[in-house]
T-cell receptor, first 110, second 115 residues
Framework: QKEVEQNSGPLSVPEGAIASLNCTYS??????FFWYRQYSGKSPELIMFIYSNGDKEDGRFTAQLNKASQYVSLLIRDSQPSDSATYLC??????????FGPGTRLSVLP | EAEVAQSPRYKITEKSQAVAFWCDPISGHATLYWYRQILGQGPELLVQFQDESVVDDSQLPKDRFSAERLKGVDSTLKIQPAELGDSAMYLC?????????????FGPGTRLLVL
């Protein structure tokens, strides 16, 4: 079982819709969870992080964490074509390093 | 805004040749990471430095890869000899002190093509 799993996609949503990106992880001791966006040929850029169970909102983005289910998600409201990218989930445990998932490719259709 | 710098941005080389990549982290960041990202996959950690010391190089292919951060600031990653399978994006990232609640900031990456 891979440590961090994501659906590779592509996930296609129409402009203005809500995009839901999911990530599951195997290490129950994981403490920190990060979402990065990566445009084709570019490096990852941080969208947001979450440490506690529940929801965390930042503009059009909401991260949701459920440690009991070992599940973290990212919701993008009012999706725009400029949101089309690969979204990487990264999980970290104290004293250890980031483990990245393979990424989900999102396509927002005009 | 402070950024992680990397050079070169692109590198084409022939197999068996030596290549080197350079990274300058955000000023004041003690922790520096080198990742390799193969197309369609997430970044995979190669080596982590805390100041000038290596704290994790368990995934670094030490027979051909080497990394150093002599003065605890900028860093060099070297591959000798390069193999076809080394074609990938090499990403450098830095964080303030490497704790679990810190964000890693990535540089623009070096795209390597080995022919």
């Amino acid at each position: 079982q891979k440590e961090v799993e994501q659906n590779s996609g592509p996930l296609s949503v129409p402009e203005g819709a809500i995009a839901s990106l999911n990530c599951t992880y195997s290490d129950r001791g994981s403490q920190s969870f990060f979402w990065y966006r990566q445009y084709s040929g570019k490096s990852p850029e941080l969208i947001m992080f979450i440490y506690s169970n529940g929801d965390k909102e930042d503009g059009r983005f909401t991260a949701q964490l459920n440690k009991a289910s070992q599940y973290v998600s990212l919701l993008i409201r009012d999706s725009q074509p400029s949101d089309s990218a690969t979204y990487l989930c990264a999980v970290m445990r104290y004293g250890q390093n980031f483990v990245f998932g393979p990424g989900t490719r999102l396509s927002v259709l005009p | 805004e402070a950024e992680v710098a990397q050079s070169p941005r692109y590198k084409i080389t022939e197999k068996s040749q030596a290549v080197a990549f350079w990274c300058d982290p955000i000023s004041g960041h003690a922790t520096l990471y080198w990742y390799r990202q193969i197309l369609g996959q997430g970044p995979e950690l190669l080596v982590q430095f805390q100041d000038e010391s290596v704290v994790d190089d368990s995934q670094l292919p030490k027979d051909r890869f080497s990394a150093e951060r002599l003065k605890g600031v900028d860093s060099t990653l070297k591959i000798q000899p390069a193999e076809l399978g080394d074609s990938a994006m090499y990403l450098c990232a830095s964080s303030l002190s490497g704790t679990s609640q810190e964000t890693q900031y990535f540089g623009p990456g070096t795209r390597l093509l080995v022919l």
